[in-house]
């Protein structure tokens, strides 16, 4: 089985939306038996849930992460994960910084697409502001979805 480690800072946002979007791309093309999807946060709000806006945002793609809780990003995972993918190039340093022999498989989830963009925090934001994270990180998701595959060696069955 493959891994995905999926970080942001606080894991309560923006992390937790690109794991269902991933998640739900990697089920569409029938490998959720080969690619675990996981994430974390640099500074995690450990055991919070989603935040609100974030719920909000996945439940208008009938996504429920109402599940999830914030957890902090550790050794096992950066270790278990064949890629990571970060939301801005400070979690990339702070990756880096730890675990240096990391950074060959970190990379910003807008690299998969081809572009070398961050994603904007919408932490304590309005609705509209966790809609617009969540449009640009599905975009992200679904045109990187194939160098993601590629990255991991899989090949879809769909």
């Not at 208008?60 to 050794?75: E, S, V």
């Not at 498989?105 to 617009?132: C, N, R, V």
Request: proline share 4%; charged share 25%.
């Amino acid at each position: 089985m493959k891994n995905v480690l999926v970080v942001c800072t606080g894991n309560v946002c923006r992390s937790p939306m690109a794991q269902a979007l991933i998640r739900k791309e990697i089920e569409d093309r029938g490998l959720a038996s080969d690619i675990a999807v996981d994430s974390a946060g640099t500074y995690a709000m450990v055991d919070h849930p989603a935040s609100g806006g974030s719920i909000n945002a996945m439940a208008q793609r009938c996504l429920d992460i109402n599940a999830h809780r914030a957890k902090q990003l550790t050794a096992d995972l950066v270790n278990q994960a064949d890629v990571i993918l970060v939301m801005e190039e400070r979690h990339r340093r702070s990756i880096f910084v730890t675990w240096p022999r990391a950074i060959m498989k970190t990379l910003l989830l807008s690299e998969l697409s081809g572009d070398h963009a961050g994603i904007d925090d919408p932490y304590g934001g309005e609705q509209w502001e966790y809609d617009q994270t969540a449009e640009i990180i599905e975009d992200y998701v679904q045109r990187g979805m194939p160098t993601l595959l590629k990255r991991l060696g899989v090949v879809p069955k769909n």
